[in-house]
Structure formats: C-alpha cells, structure tokens
C-alpha cells in the first residue's frame, strides 16, 4: 500500500469511531509496525489534520474535521462501478439511467490516475436474460416508502388469483430475476414479500403508517432472521 493510501486509511479508520483507537489496533489494521503507524500520525499532525493523542492513550479524530468528498481508493472504486453495473442492468426506468450521470460525476473528480478504474473496471456482471416486466411504476413505490404512507394493492398469487390488501411499505428490493416489495401486511398482521410483477394495481393512501422506519425496519430484520432459522 503507497503511504498516501495508507494516511487516508488511517483518518478512515479514525473516522468510524467515536473513542480513542490505539496505535497498536491502528497498525494491525493496516499491516504495519506500530513505528511506522506513529511516524504516520506525526505525518498527519504536520499536515493539520485535526487528530488528538499520544502512544499509549490513543488517537482521535476531531469531529469537526472534514475532507474533500469522494477521496477513494482502487478497490472502493471497483465496488462502486460494480454496483452501478448492476443497478444498470435492473432496467429500473429511474434508477438504471442515473448510472450513467453518477459515473459521469465520479470520473470528473477522482485524480487522473483512478479514473481507468471507472471507464475501464477490471469486475462485471452478467446482463439479465430476461426483463421484469411491471404494471406499477417503480419510482412511485420508492414515493411511498419515503414518505411513510400505507399502501392499497391489488394483487395476484402465482396461481393467479386475485386479492386486494393494504401493506406498510418498507423496502424496494432487487433481486437477479424479480424486484420485491417488503411490507406489513394489515390484513396478515405480519410481513410478506411482494413480487412486483404480480402487483395488478397500487395506491398511496391518505394514511401514514404509524410506525417508524427505523423500527419497522428492525422488526423485518428480526422476522427474516427467524424464517431463515426456520427454514434449516
């Protein structure tokens, strides 16, 4: 790893926590002596980063500190390409053409250097073999979820029978082949997973969901962990 690299991982590092990290934790996260760690440190200080601390105690990072946005390395460039790539290929009618513009962004602002790994990425996947072909506008799904409304379906089953229902919409998922809507469902009293191209039909109601986001989503992570556990 160049030293440049290495600084910038270090206020990384420094920057996802809240307490003091020693040096010893800092250089084995990084793969080097604690000599060197602290020879960095000292490199940050004279460069005014705003650390705090000393060897033994612990180093800081000054919640006030800022640095420039998008300075990312190689392989975090690679993750973002990757993502994008499979975002495009989701043929979401919002999110797919905004690949594009995002990369355009990226490339206009990384240094010179980085910016093969953006037009020339090294990862890749797959196209789709076959287009999800939905009645309801996607983009107003993502409407709902954000604005915390509940939601009226018509839906049908995978024998094609037809049932109408009101959901707490949580989260547009994307999978390889379907996109899914998450949702408590009023009538279930439960969580269910809504293929979105089986969705006849969808309103946003006059109605807020009374649970926060947060919490519902804590309450699908704990259900979905128990089916899992269910299902070995």
């Not at 910038?8 to 590092?13: D, K, P, R």
């Not at 934790?25 to 960095?40: C, G, H, K, P």
């Not at 250097?113 to 506008?137: I, K, N, Q, W, Y």
């Not at 439960?190 to 986001?213: G, N, V, Y």
Request: glycine share 4%; net charge positive; proline share 6%.
């Amino acid at each position: 790893m160049r030293r440049a690299d290495r600084l910038f991982q270090i206020i990384q590092l420094l920057r996802r926590s809240t307490r003091p990290v020693t040096g010893a934790a800092l250089a084995a996260e990084l793969e080097v002596s604690t000599r060197t760690l602290y020879r960095d440190i000292a490199a940050l200080m004279a460069q005014r980063v705003l650390i705090t601390g000393e060897p033994g105690f612990g180093y800081l990072l000054d919640a006030d500190y800022d640095m420039p946005p998008l300075m990312l390395t190689q392989v975090e460039l690679e993750a973002i390409v990757l993502g994008a790539q499979w975002v495009a290929g989701r043929e979401d009618p919002l999110l797919s053409p905004a690949v594009n513009a995002l990369l355009a962004k990226i490339v206009t602002v990384v240094p010179a250097h980085l910016r093969p790994f953006v037009l020339a990425p090294s990862t890749g996947v797959p196209p789709r073999l076959a287009p999800v072909e939905d009645v309801v506008d996607a983009a107003m799904l993502r409407d709902t979820i954000r604005a915390r409304s509940k939601l009226h379906l018509v839906y049908r089953d995978q024998n094609g029978a037809q049932t109408e229902r009101t959901v707490w919409p949580i989260l547009l998922g994307y999978a390889d082949a379907t996109r899914m809507l998450i949702a408590w469902c009023e009538a279930r009293q439960d969580f269910r997973h809504f293929r979105t191209d089986r969705i006849a039909a969808a309103e946003a109601l006059d109605a807020r969901i009374p649970q926060s986001k947060a919490d519902l989503h804590r309450r699908w992570e704990a259900w979905r962990v128990m089916q899992l556990s269910r299902s070995r």
